[in-house]
């Protein structure tokens, strides 16, 4: 999990020139080419491993990809360290956009990657469909969200943390939300941890992160629930937001895949059991998140280890 007090020990400088670059679109455009070759993160995908040809089964859905070239991954661009999409280069950066082009590189060979922007309230059906192969977008595994789609991993902890406007005083624990109206992104574990810890606060929902701080800061809400990871990410990028809890939840995220494809699942954990023994995990972790938070990559969470997984 990120912590707070280690981030604020790092020099805002960490985030220069990380600026949002679009919109979430609900409607799951395609971005063609984002990711396509290594790009930022050539550098940490350079001892990414490469499947063998009998890990590639016929019929499977990693020789559908094979044979497309490419992995299609429903995903972010606006996600500042963890997908985001750099405006000098069209690259898309980050934590989750590098491990996607991490598992290009293992069922392919080479790192090539189209990013489907996806919002939250799509990313089932974007799976479902077909219309991704993957989904790496801070997916917080649930059972609920199991019931719809599968997931591998969790590949990483993170946890519901409450940012305000700089200079708000008065909420400092989710208790605090009570009677106020607060932000959350829609189909988002943040709903029902509001209605559990604060079951008088009134609840508005966006679809993505940057609709969410944007509501907030037309106080069209108080508060906005999110996973620290984002919210620090945006209080470093915007001097008008403050996180003011530490994490109250642990929310394992996950890789997103089509329900009931068993045979992809234990492929892509096989993949990321392999890059966090060799050091690849740590590497892109470091080169994205670590940016900010001083020391050294934390310890992975264990595969399978929580419901929905």
Not at 113 to 132: H, P, Q
Not at 193 to 220: H, S, Y
Request: hydrophobic share 40%; glycine share 12%.
């Amino acid at each position: 999990m990120v912590s707070i007090k280690r981030v604020a020990a790092v020099a805002a400088v960490a985030m220069a020139g990380l600026t949002a670059c679009a919109g979430t679109d609900s409607a799951g455009s395609a971005v063609p080419g984002a990711g396509a070759s290594e790009g930022g993160g050539g550098g940490v995908l350079a001892k990414a491993p490469v499947a063998a040809a009998a890990d590639i089964l016929p019929g499977s859905t990693m020789e559908k990809i094979k044979q497309r070239g490419e992995l299609v991954v429903g995903g972010s661009l606006d996600a500042p360290l963890l997908s985001q999409q750099n405006p000098a280069t069209g690259e898309v950066e980050g934590f989750d956009a590098d491990l996607g082009k991490a598992l290009a590189k293992y069922i392919i060979g080479q790192p090539k990657v189209k990013i489907v922007n996806s919002a939250s309230e799509t990313r089932e059906a974007l799976l479902s469909n077909g219309t991704v192969d993957v989904v790496f977008q801070t997916y917080t595994i649930t059972p609920e969200r199991a019931e719809q789609v599968s997931f591998a991993g969790p590949y990483y902890s993170s946890g519901l943390s409450i940012a305000v406007k700089k200079g708000t005083t008065g909420i400092s624990s989710p208790q605090d939300l009570n009677g106020k109206t607060v932000i959350a992104g829609a189909n988002t574990p943040a709903i029902p941890a509001i209605k559990k810890l604060a079951p008088q606060a009134k609840i508005i929902t966006f679809g993505g992160d940057p609709e969410c701080v944007q509501a907030l800061k037309q106080d069209r809400g108080v508060a906005y629930v999110q996973d620290e990871t984002l919210l620090v990410a945006d209080a470093k990028k915007d001097p008008e937001l403050q996180v003011v809890t530490k994490p109250f939840t642990q929310d394992p995220y996950g890789i997103g895949l089509k329900h009931g494809d068993e045979q992809f699942k234990s492929f892509v954990n096989d993949w990321l059991k392999k890059i966090q023994a060799n050091g690849v995990w740590q590497d892109i972790w470091k080169n994205s998140l670590g940016t900010v938070v001083q020391g050294e990559a934390p310890t992975p969470p264990e595969i399978g280890s929580v419901p929905g997984s």
